[in-house]
């Protein structure tokens, strides 16, 4: 079963704005993970929070967590066309072995 | 440093024909993970290996899939015989360590379609 839960499942923003994705998830963490993949492509790491810390910060990405009420929020600041990508958040399982990843949210920022 | 490669990148197949992908992690990255993800989903972890043992192959469909890593780095994936459903990306993803507290590395990915 799925852990994380994207919402908005897409996302549609002009150039220049933020955008904010959202992940919630239904059992304890250990740990957070925010995930970007380009059409056709790989996944990219973009940034990981701990459950002992509240917000983090990397470059235009603020990351936000409250672990009370099961969410984090992917904050992207001053948004460009490139972008435009799925992002995933991905929670601990099977006792932080690995992980499970949200459906995503489809992000189309527009120039 | 050269990053995760997969093999091939494409792969058309009918039902019930057999498929082998292959992956070559990031050197010296002890943990690999192949993963499923079917189009508008996330990806779904199907197995992953700590050098050349198996952590955790719970959401592997055993009766058609297997995959090995042999020595330790190269892994394959198997799909014999492959269903309609296993058209899908399938992602290798490879880490230094196990575990969350390490993010993950991904290949571009081999696409299937099963016709």
């Known amino acids: 079963s799925q852990q994380g839960e994207e919402d908005p499942q897409a996302l549609s923003i002009q150039e220049g704005e933020n955008a904010t994705m959202n992940c919630s998830y239904k059992?304890?963490?250990?740990?957070l993970q925010w995930y970007r993949q380009n059409s056709g492509r790989g996944l990219v790491h973009l940034i990981l929070i701990r459950s002992n810390e509240r917000e983090k910060h990397s470059g235009r990405l603020r990351v936000t967590l409250d672990t009370s009420k099961k969410s984090s929020s992917l904050l992207i600041t001053a948004s460009r066309a490139a972008d435009t990508a799925s992002y995933f958040c991905?929670?601990?399982?099977?006792?932080?072995?690995?992980?499970?990843f949200g459906p995503g949210t489809r992000l189309s920022v527009l120039p | 440093e050269a990053g995760v490669a997969q093999s091939p990148r494409y792969k058309i197949i009918e039902k019930r024909q057999s498929v082998a992908f292959w992956c070559n992690p990031i050197s010296g990255h002890a943990t690999l993970y192949w993963y499923q993800q079917i189009l508008g989903q996330g990806p779904k972890l199907l197995i992953q290996?700590?050098?050349?043992?198996?952590?955790?192959d719970s959401q592997l469909p055993k009766d058609r899939f297997s995959a090995e890593r042999l020595k330790g780095v190269d892994s394959t994936l198997k799909i014999q015989p492959a269903k309609l459903e296993d058209s899908a990306v399938y992602l290798c993803a490879s880490s230094p360590l196990a575990g969350n507290y390490n993010e993950q590395f991904f290949g571009p990915g081999t696409r299937l379609t099963v016709l």
């Open positions: 290996f700590q050098n050349n043992g198996v952590v955790d």
């Open positions: 059992t304890s963490i250990n740990n």
């Open positions: 991905a929670t601990d399982r099977n006792y932080g072995q690995n992980f499970v």
